[in-house]
């Protein structure tokens, strides 16, 4: 099965840039994950999806970032505008779980590598 | 309320055995743990749950100590490709259903 789609790989962009992620989860996925890992770090939770609900999000800066998931299948992440310290990968993940526990594990993709200058 | 993970880093030759340690100052109810390798996606090896349920991959083997709220993953007669950054994700019995994730533990494999 195919697996978790990201774009673009790569981005560099100024600071007070904005820069938008694109993910396409795995197909009937119903829980979708975004995370923010840093270089040298374990991944953050920026946000996460039930569907199209949001389930948490209690870490992501809401004053520069926002995320949404149309029809509970895609997903974009939003940065506007960026800081130097958004310099990270920048990792969607998707999982098969439809209760409020995560019982499955996570199957993550490639990832967007941001650059902030 | 992030895990800690011991050691940060691990040298082996081929074949050698290691212990990968996670603990966590909250109760937890489950323990996840993934593997990346650098500039990859983490990868997913086992999850363990409060009351001794497991999942993950045959070769594997974890234990998750309710007790200590501590988990431990055994890499043993390790191989070449078990290099990789070690991440344990811990999701609490109490506040938000989510993982947190350790700082990561680099394992280096080297003939």
């Known amino acids: 099965e195919a697996g978790v789609a990201q774009s673009p790989r790569y981005k560099i962009i100024e600071k007070r840039q904005s820069v938008a992620f694109w993910c396409n989860p795995i197909?009937?996925?119903?829980?979708l994950y975004w995370y923010q890992q840093i270089l040298g770090q374990g991944p953050k939770l920026l946000i996460q999806f039930q569907n199209n609900g949001v389930v948490d999000d209690s870490q992501l800066p809401k004053d520069r970032f926002s995320a949404e998931r149309l029809k509970g299948v895609d997903s974009t992440l939003k940065i506007q505008p960026a800081k130097l310290e958004d310099s990270a990968v920048y990792l969607c993940a998707s999982g098969p779980g439809k209760g409020k526990r995560t019982y499955n594990e996570q199957f993550f993709g490639p990832g967007t590598r941001l650059t902030v200058l | 309320q992030q895990p800690v993970q011991s050691p940060q880093a691990v040298i082996l030759r081929e074949g050698e055995d290691a212990v990968i340690n996670c603990s966590s100052s909250?109760?937890?109810?489950?323990v996840h743990w993934y593997r990346q390798k650098h500039g990859e996606a983490p990868v997913f090896l086992m999850i363990l749950l409060k009351g001794g349920e497991q999942k993950g991959h045959e070769k594997i083997s974890a234990s998750f100590n309710e007790k200590k709220q501590q988990s431990s993953l055994y890499l043993t007669a390790s191989q070449l490709s078990y290099s990789g950054t070690y991440f344990c994700g811990t999701e609490f019995i109490q506040g938000a259903q989510k993982l947190v994730f350790g700082q990561g533990t680099r394992l280096t494999i080297n003939p």
């Open positions: 197909s009937g996925h119903a829980t």
């Open positions: 909250k109760a937890l109810y489950s």
